[in-house]
């Protein structure tokens, strides 16, 4: 009986696995297993614990990334070889996850530079922010990479769920424990729309994989499809909320306001480039043959998020705040170039993300050091006379604040140019005119913190000088700034550079090869 057993287990074929491209993946890897290992390490070597060596580390595991995605980027742009799947057609390696993945690397650095001040002059040091930091970016750098629903939808989660925790992690205020937990509450919503999206999309299609989608959409003879619609509603629900579109931005003001500004930073950037990187995945490349039904709701939402978050921003008195709902005006203006649904599109949509990466982190890098301890000095009062008594932040917050507004020669002025070019080369010429006058209305938020920190005070009917804050500049937020401001300054120079990087990474959809 046993031999017998024996004999008809040996006839069993071998359960078939998926092909893992381990070398396609190791920018991923950098990121995942440096959260994992600087958590363990910590916990074992005690020299960890002092100031400095964990947001080093941090940086440190960025950099490789960067480094890691260098091979990477050269092996998909050969004419011979090309984008790959990594696991068995679930994660998509091409030019356009390549490029997120280094945004993504480059918001972990900036971050990381600006946290080992934060941390110190609130007595938070600890390991924990940076683990979190580097598990979030690896979320979302395979969010950008998904060429599967389920997968994308982890990564979502694993980008989420750290954020959480990092926006209450500043115990001792009651504004980061309510940012934290309004944030939660909002994702959660935001998770069950997506995950009831791909439910549906699944019941219209039979797959989540986005290469079959696109094939089997491509085939399809319905003309309508009620669940197919619902579907697609439903992801892109949830997919505005992380990128703060309007009407789903509600959250965005207080969670900014409220968590460590240099977690809002991150917050800012890298979670803006994961969410658009799925959200362009799923409806370019998956979704493209139905453009025809979600086109006209991507349209009225940027329009509505370009001028509400300009004009809401204008009537704001603290400066996160008013970051925070310029950046939902931001998150506008990529939709325009999202909505045209074109290479074009899509290559403006990358140098935009691109760029504010930089701006972002730059504007909330200094106002992390102008808030103070407890990031109570945010108001538009506290930054009167910044110029006298910080000269090198108000440039450095001016040069941020004008690329904002799209200033020539800077990287906001070719971001919003190419936006706006890539709407009237897909004939929306309506939306290309809201972008304009949102600009124009936006433009007045930045000019009043300008004028603020410059010409506030002491200049008429013989009033004192205002000082302004004193505000001293560590050396790695120091670093960050000068980063973010070399970048900023350099792209508006010399776009041709970045432009070429943002048309070499338009996305594709690549199959599983035949064995």
């Not at 091409?94 to 997120?100: E, I, K, M, N, T």
């Not at 600006?114 to 040091?125: A, I, Q, V």
């Not at 978050?309 to 009537?315: D, F, I, N, P, S």
Request: net charge negative.
């Amino acid at each position: 009986m046993i031999a017998m057993l024996l004999a008809q287990v040996g006839d069993v074929t071998p359960l078939a696995t998926p092909e893992v491209q381990w070398s396609a993946l190791v920018p991923l890897l950098i990121l995942g297993a440096g959260g994992v290992l600087l958590l363990t390490i910590s916990s074992l070597v005690k020299g960890m614990s002092a100031p400095g060596v964990n947001a080093a580390a941090t940086v440190l595991v960025g950099l490789a990334t960067i480094v890691a995605c260098v091979p990477v980027w050269q092996r998909v742009q050969d004419p011979e070889r090309g984008p790959l799947t990594a696991v068995g057609g679930a994660i998509g390696i091409d030019g356009f996850s390549v490029l997120a993945t280094g945004l993504i690397a480059v918001s972990v650095i900036l971050a990381a530079l600006l946290l080992d001040d934060y941390m110190r002059r609130e007595e938070m040091d600890g390991v924990e922010m940076y683990a979190l930091l580097l598990l979030s970016a690896a979320g979302g750098a395979l969010m950008a990479s998904a060429n599967d629903l389920i997968v994308m939808f982890i990564g979502l989660e694993a980008l989420s769920i750290a954020i959480y925790v990092m926006a209450a992690m500043h115990r001792r205020r009651v504004d980061s424990q309510e940012a934290g937990f309004k944030y939660f509450i909002v994702g959660a919503f935001s998770s069950a729309f997506f995950l009831y999206g791909i439910a549906m999309v699944y019941g219209a299609t039979g797959t989540t994989n986005l290469v079959e989608m696109a094939s089997f959409l491509a085939g399809s003879v319905l003309l309508q499809n009620a669940v197919l619609l619902l579907g697609m509603a439903l992801l892109l629900v949830g997919f505005a909320f992380k990128i703060s579109a309007v009407p789903f931005q509600g959250w965005t003001p207080d969670v900014y306001q409220g968590a460590p500004t240099p977690v809002t930073a991150f917050m800012a950037s890298a979670v803006k480039v994961a969410a658009f990187g799925g959200l362009i995945r799923v409806f370019h490349l998956a979704l493209s043959t139905e453009a025809v039904d979600w086109q006209p709701i991507v349209y009225a939402i940027a329009i509505l998020t370009m001028v509400v978050g300009a004009a809401l921003a204008v009537v704001q008195t603290d400066i996160k705040r008013m970051l925070a709902y310029s950046s939902i005006n931001h998150a506008g203006f990529v939709l325009v170039a999202v909505q045209a649904d074109t290479p074009q599109g899509i290559q403006a949509a990358l140098f935009y993300l691109a760029s504010y990466v930089f701006l972002v982190a730059g504007s909330f890098g200094v106002v992390s050091l102008v808030s103070g301890n407890g990031d109570a000095r945010t108001s538009l009062d506290d930054i009167r006379g910044l110029a006298r008594s910080r000269p090198g932040l108000a440039l450095a917050l001016t040069v941020f604040l004008l690329a904002q507004a799209g200033v020539p020669l800077t990287s906001g002025f070719f971001a919003k140019f190419y936006v706006i070019a890539a709407a009237v080369d897909a004939r929306s010429y309506w939306l290309a005119l809201a972008a304009m006058v949102a600009s124009v209305i936006a433009a007045v938020l930045y000019l009043r913190i300008v004028v603020a920190m410059y010409l506030s005070g002491g200049d008429h009917d013989g009033e004192e000088p205002v000082e302004g804050p004193r505000v001293s500049i560590p050396l790695p937020a120091g670093t960050a700034i000068g980063i973010a401001i070399v970048a900023t300054i350099a792209i508006g120079i010399l776009p041709g550079y970045l432009i070429e990087v943002a048309r070499d990474a338009v996305p594709v959809l690549v199959a599983v090869p035949l064995p």
